[in-house]
């Protein structure tokens, strides 16, 4: 089970590295710029957050060409919307803060995470409009586009850091994740 980690220059993409070291996944922490050549024999892929879309290497070129199931994370998430048609708009809440997120969808991504929990995230920037094929999974009261998923590919997307000690079940959804990519 190979898993790598996009560095995106996020100050917590390091800590979705370790979290899916400490999984028992073969993982490495990689550069945006690595040619998606070298990412096709993965089994899965973790867009990670990062400070501006328009520092975002080759992972357009990820999303697009690999066949793979892959998870965006805050910028990641913004990220996959953008590429697949929807829109990315400034939050009402700029700044790190816990927020209450509902999970609306059942999906195998929270399987075993109770409806409401507490997460860690910016909402400097968010999605505004759902792309084209995806479905909403999480909400807030600050935002109608918490997590979201492709309707038919296992591409899944989270405004916020499940990776860091302030939000609620990250371990469980990266585990969660590892078992989408053992499909």
Known sequence: MKIYVVYNYGQYNHLIHRTLRDLGV?????????PV?????????VIGGGP????????????KELDIPMI????????????????????TMGGYSEVKVRITE????????PKEITVWASHMDEVKKLPENFKVLAESDICKIEAMRHKEKPLYGVQWHPEVYHSQYGVELYRNFVKICKK
């Open 106 to 113: 059942d999906d195998e991504l929270f399987e075993g995470i």
């Open 72 to 91: 965006g994370i805050c910028l990641g998430h913004q990220l996959m919307a953008k590429v697949f048609g929807g829109e990315v708009g400034k939050g």
């Open 52 to 63: 501006s879309l328009d520092k975002t290497g080759n992972c357009e070129q990820y999303l």
């Open 37 to 45: 050549e070298e990412l096709r024999d993965l089994d899965g892929l």
């Open 26 to 34: 073969e993982t490495k922490l990689i550069e945006n710029t690595t």
